[in-house]
Structure formats: C-alpha cells, structure tokens
C-alpha cells in the first residue's frame, strides 16, 4: 500500500496530480487530500506517509483566503515525526512564490517546481519522484540482531518470515507481524561500532517507526538470574571514560527508554507474568523456564566479558545494573540521532553471568524467548 497526501485547494490541479499518481501506482494507492493548512498539519501528525505532495499558497483555515505558507509548510513537515523521512514535493502555479522559495526548498530537501496546465515538466518531475516512492523500500519496523541464532529464532515466533535479501548492502530478512511489514537486520560483526553504523544506515533505507532489538546478554550474580530477561530502560557503554593509572572514571552518557515503551512493557509485564506462556512454549529444563522479566539498565561493551573481576568493576557502574552486551547502546544512539528520533526498545535473554563459568548452553532458549516477546511488544508498540 502507497500512502500520499495531497495538500492543495486547487480541484484541477488536485485532479491532475491524481491523474499522475494514479498512473504510477495502479494497485494498493491510498490518497488523502486536504485544502487547507491546519487540517494539512493534521494529516501530517496522525499518519505516516510515501509522498507528500504540496502547494504553497494555501488557505491557513477552511473558507480563508489563499496566502504564500511556505515557511509553515516547510516547518509542519519536517517537524511531523511520522514524515520526516517521507518523499516531498511542491507545485506552485505561482512563478514568482517558485522563484522566491527554490533555495529554501531546495535546502529542506523538497523538490519545487512551477505547476502550468500547458507545460507538461511537472508531470516528468512528479514521475520521477514517484519511481524514488516505488521503488524504496518503506517498513514500518526494524528489527537488529547480532548473531545469526538471534534471527533464526523468529521463525518461532507469531512472526510471518518473507526470503532472505540484501537490500542496501545489508543482510535483511523481510518479515510481518500482524499487517505490519517490517525487516530484520543481522549485523556484519558484533560491537557497539557495527550496530550503530548498521542501525543508522537501515534507517535511512527503510524509514521504520520503531526499531527493536532481540538476542541475548549477560547479567550480574545478586542482581538477575540466568533465564532472567532485561526489557532495556536507560543503557550506555561501560567503557567510556579514562584511566588513571589503575582507576577508571566513567563518562556515563545515558540513552533512556521513551515513556509511553516503558510503560507498555511494565503492563506487559505484570498482565503476562513475567511472559510465563512464552517461557513455557519453548523447550527448556524447568529452573531455566521460572525467570523473571525486568525493566533495568543494561551497560553495551565491544569487549566479551568472561571475569569476575572485571564484571565487578563493570557493576559498581550503577547499583541497579541488570544486564551486559556488546551493541544495544550502539542501536539505540542510532536511533536517537535519526531524523525524527525513531522510538528503540531492546528486550535480551541473560544466559550467563559474565564470568569464567560463560557457556551457551541457554543461547538458543534466551534468543528464542526474546524474539516471541519482541513480536509480541511489536504489535502493542505499533498498534
């Protein structure tokens, strides 16, 4: 399904643009139009969109007179966080307003171009424009994993699994939950360096709402269980700072869970039990199925961590600390510097204690549990 908007009050023109559009995409289009600004606007803030295709001289108000809104146009479109990344175009059939707005617009990232009923390049330009839409790959969620067995593992869940492809230089894998059509992404290698690169450059590719993350982590002996699993609130990696001689400061750069995810995984929580019937759906010995679920920090580290004695030190970062890995910081400061400030939830399985005892003997079980409850959150986070 191809969503376009049209902000225009002109019916002619609005008719030959549909005409347009209707051309290029013959199957699954979904055309809203607007005349006037403020229900534009709020368009704009309650739906996603492919395209956006707008006029500059418009009525603020239904039944107002027509007035040069380019700069409130501008600032609506690039401010909704649905369409921030959405194709856009402008038509005018004003050359003076065209001339005047063309650096601003061009700037913006917005194609302008004169509007003439006799002169056929705004045709060309809007095809155009539209090849960009047909052809882009837009999901509405993004999934990132660090292990193959991470991504494996959603074959186990509600999930429907599309083929393997590559799209964009990355190895992706399209899936669907419910009617949502998302991609998950394997990362090339583990590390807070590759699941930040990875992350960014598949926002940019697919415009996702939200960005998930699935798989498994260490945890810390007092503090969380093996079998236990971390639902990420604030991260940040545990190896930034400096040494002075044999004491380390940290430079704790928090990234923290948005309030509206946070809440939802604590209902989720205490509604399912801790995810009791996911726990149990999968194969495990009983004392591994009897974890709890929680909402806690986790610190990311490029470095796996197989000491007791740094996995002390890492702990004294932060009394509460829960959980250990090696990318979620990475993800989610992707997300945050996106345009937009795409939402990021992380949920990770403890399958070990970060000490000489480290084994993978709950790999499968923890990657497994956390993808069910990924997909599950997914349909409450996007619905």
Known sequence: MTNILIIDDNDTKASDISAVLSDRFSEGLELDRHTCVSDGIRALTQKQYDLIVLDLVLPPMRGGEPI??????????????????SQVIALSAFDDVVEARRLEFSEAGIVLIHYSDVNPTWRDVLDVICQRVDSREVCTFLIVCALPMERQSYQYTDASLGPLIILGGLDCLRLKVGDYRGICVLLPRMGIVD???????????????????????????ARSKIGDVVCVDNCWEHQAGKWSGPNFKLEEYQMPLNERLRTLLRQEIEQTDSFKTFRESIPAAREDQTGTAHIGPLVSGS???????????????????LGLDM?????????????????????????????????????????????????????????
């Open 68 to 85: 040069d809104v380019s700069e409130q146009i501008v600032d609506a479109v690039r401010q909704s966080e649905h369409n921030v990344r």
């Open 303 to 321: 470095a796996v961590i197989a000491s007791n004695h740094l996995q002390e030190m890492i702990a004294d970062q932060h009394k509460r600390l």
């Open 327 to 383: 990318e979620v910081y990475g993800v989610s400061r992707a997300c945050h510097l996106a345009q937009g400030n795409v939402d990021f939830f992380a949920v990770k399985t403890v399958v070990d204690l970060a000490d000489e005892e480290k084994n993978d003997r709950l790999q499968a079980y923890g990657s497994t549990l956390s993808a069910k409850i990924v997909v599950h959150m997914l349909g409450k986070v996007l619905a």
């Open 195 to 221: 699941a930040a690169a990875v992350t960014a450059r598949a926002i940019e590719l697919f415009s996702p709402r939200v960005v998930a993350m699935s798989g498994i982590c260490a945890g810390f002996s």
